[in-house]
């Protein structure tokens, strides 16, 4: 056994203890306890703010990108954003103890479904230090035990601020070890994560596509992940023109680098008004990469390559295509997508339903931006990410997504014929 | 590409073909497919007996087992319970399409969650024909594909009960390759299976513990299954002597092969008729290991090993045990479990809640025998498997375990401030 293997089984064994003393606390000393971490993270401030400074050094010694960077930073307003976070989760209603649903059938048993923790989520992320504080409250919101994996760029602040989360429940008299910090930088411990089954329930990657790529390649413990979200809007022939324009240019240009960002639009062939709809999101400022059809529409369009179809650009770029129907459309879709968002502008109610009942994705929408794919946005008060897999939890995850059941059968001494 | 990783690719992509066509599909003609389906193997009769009695003749020559010679036997009587299953299966609720929830954030925005079949499932089976039919019919039903690869002692019965399975829904206009049969019977095809991430979305393997570890070790595709089920009843200290006998002997005798017979015999300390309970096991037939406690009570037992605490014994012997209240019930059932189903027998509720709030296990008991651990006896009208697993369903698992869910969200031109 490697050092790295043993230590994330000590973590693990450690995890599965606190989970289980966990499944004995109520909702409301949960709640307390996370209400008492962000009074710590605040109580913390200027041991937080200064771990996060001597990352930032480190950092910017070692010549990481300015996108990298400010990912890093926290100031005093992220700080509080952060405690704030961790104070809404704890407000969120506890999913632990629902009654999913409860039948009686004829051998006279009472059998309920219960909603109980999931147990010990994995969770590994790059260089945003607030994923340490996020991913502690929701994994302790809903009752399980997590082992956090953060960037070793952000290593000194993850520290501070899992230092500040633990004592906020420990001052509850919950287990420590329900919220874990990998100590260790170096790749290799994410490799003992991954293979970790039996002792982690559940892998939720945070970060780039690289990251996700190789969680899902190595991990033989399940994994809770959207690998891509190449977002489609298709402009239906009876679409609302008004409404197609501020759809078409909200989901991709209000903020371009999101998962939900719209990465190619399909315009339907017998749509009236395809040039003002280009335009518009030329004038905002968007790069287009179009078929012959789309090309004659708008001398500044660029020609789409075959790979330009299943590229996420999270950049003001989008792919642009004409077909035929609803039926092209999703043939488009089911070829390139990425079972995340995809959308349709149009005034026709059959077509919509017929649209979002046979696109495979993970969300469908009629009628609104892509931008909208977000827990929040949702109502789920919180998100711990966006799932494109089919198994267990799809779409937004929040409490919920982090839950499983119990059968509860009660009986009078029933046995078997 | 081998010849078997190309032969599933090719049966994954026309399954996926066919489980998009499926989804088109109404639950009226789901169910009259399956009717017909039903009816064919009526029909077909003569071909499958026929073909059965090749496998066995083959089987037999082979060297095969009695046990599993009587599981690949089909006679008129079980080729009836066949088709009568598939008929049940048939008439029970669809579940895709039910609006699991809706809510309405203040963005305006009407979000369903709609239940939507999983997707390709791959059956991975032994020696028994009849899963063929069973698992084609939850598989449909429930808008899924599926490829069944059955064990190639059972390879003629299994095309011949998979020749009428497929008529049945062609004569509906439903496409054929939503049921495919694997047609090479060695355990290449199923490696391939294992690992068709991309193409399969689940496996669920129905048989033996070596097959079912197999399949859990190789599986790069999510598995839903049970490896073990050491299934314990806990008998407390103000149990009711009779039921407490009348649970203990179901549990264990009634049928001692199956997953939900009980494997251990938790007897707390303070119960007051320990020595009545062993009788009546040992009487039924029972062979008991116990600890040093339980061997004084009767002479008849003989010593537990530690290993047969966490032994699966499938057969008329019981380990037993002396415990000192729920907690160290629970800590025996956490150390040795495998959280497939416990029991508590008392009249105690209070103890009753705290054991089923604490044993984390699939299904929890109270006062009833675990041999009702089967998706039958829980109301599902079927049950495709038991997961000990705790993603996406736990417990007996029907057609809504076959399922997932899309958030379908209706807007009215809504974009993101």
């Given at each position: 056994m490697t050092d790295h293997v043993k230590l994330i089984a000590d973590m693990g064994s450690a995890a599965r203890t606190a989970f289980a003393k966990l499944s004995g606390a109520s909702d409301a000393e949960k709640a307390l306890a996370l209400r008492a971490s962000a009074g710590k993270l605040r109580d913390d401030r200027d041991l937080i703010l200064q771990a996060n400074r001597s990352d930032m050094q480190r950092a910017g010694k070692s010549g990481l990108g300015d996108a990298m960077l400010d990912r890093l930073m926290i100031d005093e307003e992220r700080l509080e954003s952060i405690a704030k976070a961790v104070e809404n989760v704890a407000a969120l209603p506890d999913p632990v103890g629902e009654i999913i649903d409860r039948s009686a059938p004829p051998n006279g048993l009472v059998m309920e479904r219960v909603r109980v923790p999931l147990g010990v989520i994995g969770i590994i992320y790059e260089s945003r230090p607030n994923v340490t504080a996020d991913a502690a409250a929701l994994g302790l919101r809903s009752g399980n035990a997590v082992i956090l994996r953060g960037g070793s760029e952000a290593i000194e602040s993850n520290r501070a601020i899992h230092r500040a989360m633990v004592a906020g429940i420990a001052a509850e008299c919950l287990p420590a070890d329900a919220i874990q910090l990998v100590q260790m930088t170096d790749r290799a411990a994410v490799g003992a994560m991954l293979k970790a089954s039996g002792l982690i329930d559940i892998i939720i990657p945070r970060g780039g596509k690289s990251l996700v790529q190789r969680v899902q390649d190595e991990a033989r413990v399940p994994v809770l992940a959207h690998l891509d979200g190449i977002c489609h809007t298709y402009v239906g022939k009876d679409a609302d023109q008004n409404k197609a324009i501020a759809i078409a240019v909200n989901a991709k240009m209000?903020?371009?680098?999101?998962?939900?960002?719209?990465e190619t639009l399909l315009i339907d062939?017998?749509?009236?008004?395809p040039g003002p709809l280009l335009r518009a999101l030329i004038d905002a400022g968007c790069e287009i990469r179009g078929d012959d059809a789309i090309m004659e529409l708008d001398p500044r369009t660029v020609e789409a390559s075959e790979e330009d179809w299943g590229t996420?650009?999270?950049?003001?770029i989008v792919s642009a295509r004409m077909v035929q129907g609803v039926d092209e459309a999703l043939v488009h879709i089911a070829e390139h997508g990425s079972h995340h968002t995809d959308v349709i502008v149009t005034e026709d109610q059959i077509a919509a339903d017929e649209f979002m009942r046979r696109a495979d994705s993970a969300i469908v929408m009629h009628n609104a931006s892509s931008q909208f794919a977000d827990g929040g946005e949702f109502g789920l008060g919180a998100e711990i990410g966006i799932s494109t897999g089919r198994l267990h939890a799809r779409g937004p995850v929040a409490l919920e997504g982090l839950t499983t059941y119990k059968w509860v059968v009660r009986g009078t001494g029933q046995v078997r014929p």
């Open positions: 209000r903020r371009t680098g999101i998962c939900g960002a719209m062939q017998d749509y009236p008004a996420e650009y999270l950049e003001p």
